[in-house]
């Protein structure tokens, strides 16, 4: 996964949990790209693609802000996306001979890590 690709992901996930709110100022382009170490471009970049989802806008001037969203909608989203690698998973289970209640505990196991 690119490193845009991942910051866009945990800014997601900050507007989903909460941590983040309607509103709310971005740092600026420059000041998370010197925080996590990257490139202006690829902040940049992370910044468009949330902006073109509508889950943040930029104010002339003042920078980029959290917009009202949806949270259910961006969820659902984000359930849609763990389904279908769900899916990916149980297809590569049946492969390698797994039955549902060995995977099942394979599950309750790492998901109590």
């Given at each position: ?5 991942q ?22 382009i420059?000041s ?22 509508g ?5 002339a001037?003042?920078?980029f ?10 969820r ?22 797994l ?14 890590e």
């Amino acid at each position: 996964m690119a490193i845009y690709e991942q910051i866009v992901n945990q800014l997601k996930n900050t507007i989903v949990t909460g941590e983040l709110k309607a509103g709310e100022a971005l740092p600026s382009i420059r000041s998370l790209a010197a925080e996590l170490g990257v490139s202006v471009i690829t902040t940049k970049r992370a910044y468009e693609e949330l902006e073109k989802e509508g889950l943040i806008r930029s104010v002339a001037g003042k920078g980029f802000y959290v917009c009202e969203y949806n949270t259910d909608y961006l969820r659902e989203k984000q359930l849609m996306m763990l389904e279908k690698r769900l899916g990916e998973v149980i297809s590569e289970a049946k492969r390698a001979g797994l039955g549902c209640d060995e995977l099942l505990e394979m599950v309750e196991a790492l998901y109590r890590e």
